[in-house]
């Protein structure tokens, strides 16, 4: 199974939404950036979804390294 065209731009663009949630709320000082509910101890859930954001890089180089798109 080969991926097209549009799953590698799907794919581009999930790694850039992605990029921007490590970004914006991977960070434990957030007084006065943001509001949030739910807590894990005394960090904010937020911040270890944001952890995910972490795998934005491979997952970019990956989609645009994808050999049919080389040829």
Same mark, same amino acid.
């Given at each position: /199974? %080969? $991926?097209?065209?549009?799953?590698?731009?799907?794919?581009?663009?999930?790694?850039?939404? /992605? /990029?921007?949630?490590?970004?914006?709320?991977?960070?434990? %000082?957030? %007084?006065?950036?943001? %509001?949030?509910?739910?807590?894990?101890?005394?960090?904010? $859930?937020?911040?270890?979804?944001?952890?995910?954001?972490?795998?934005?890089?491979?997952?970019?180089?990956?989609?645009?390294?994808?050999?049919?798109?080389?040829?």
């Amino acid at each position: /199974m %080969e $991926l097209t065209k549009r799953d590698l731009h799907l794919t581009k663009g999930v790694a850039i939404l /992605m /990029m921007l949630l490590l970004h914006l709320f991977c960070r434990k %000082e957030f %007084e006065g950036l943001y %509001e949030t509910y739910i807590y894990i101890g005394e960090t904010p $859930l937020i911040y270890y979804l944001a952890l995910f954001g972490d795998a934005c890089v491979p997952i970019y180089c990956f989609a645009s390294g994808y050999p049919p798109l080389l040829g």
